[in-house]
C-alpha cells in the first residue's frame, strides 16, 4: 500500500474489511460475477452474505443458457436477512460490498436502517448508489489495493 498519507484507523478497518468481503466472495457458487458483503456494526461483522439462491434451492445461479436465475439473491440481500434472523439489528451498521448496490438493494439497505455503505466496484449502473446517497447515507468507493 503506498499512501502519499498515513491512513487514519478507520481507512485501514475500511480495507480490511473490504478484503474480508472480497474472500467471502469466494464462497458464491455463481459463476458469472461472485460478490461479499460483511455488515459491522460497532467493529464486530454481525451478518455476511454473498450471491447465492436461497436456502433448500440448488446451487446454481446461472440456467443453461448462462443467465442469472431470477430467484437468486445478492449479496447485500443476503446479509440483510441474515441479521434479520437473528438476535441482532442493522441499525447504524456499516455494509461492505465488493460491487456496488442495484437499485433493490439499495431499498433494502435503507429500510435496513444502515448509515454507511462501503463498495469496491462500479457497476454499469450507478442508480443504486443515487439512490443510496438521496437518502443520506454515507456511499464510500474503495478501489482494489
Ligand atoms: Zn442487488
Not at 485501514?12 to 456494526?41: F, H, T
Request: some cysteine.
Amino acid at each position: 500500500m503506498n499512501a502519499p498519507f498515513p491512513l487514519d484507523k478507520q481507512q485501514l478497518l475500511d480495507l480490511r474489511y473490504m478484503r474480508m468481503a472480497r474472500i467471502w466472495a469466494e464462497n458464491s457458487y455463481c459463476i458469472r460475477r461472485k460478490v461479499g458483503a460483511l455488515l459491522v456494526k460497532d467493529k464486530m461483522i454481525i451478518s455476511d452474505g454473498y450471491n447465492g439462491t436461497p436456502s433448500g434451492f440448488e446451487n446454481n445461479c446461472e440456467d443453461a443458457q448462462n443467465i442469472s436465475l431470477p430467484y437468486v439473491l445478492h449479496a447485500e440481500a443476503n446479509a440483510i436477512t441474515k441479521v434479520a434472523r437473528s438476535s441482532n439489528s442493522s441499525e447504524g451498521a456499516t455494509l461492505y460490498v465488493t460491487a456496488s448496490p442495484c437499485m433493490e438493494c439499495a431499498k433494502l439497505i435503507i429500510q435496513s436502517g444502515i448509515k454507511r455503505v462501503v463498495y469496491g466496484e462500479k457497476y454499469r449502473i450507478m442508480d443504486g448508489i443515487d439512490l443510496l446517497q438521496r437518502a443520506g447515507i454515507e456511499v464510500l468507493f474503495l478501489k482494489e489495493q
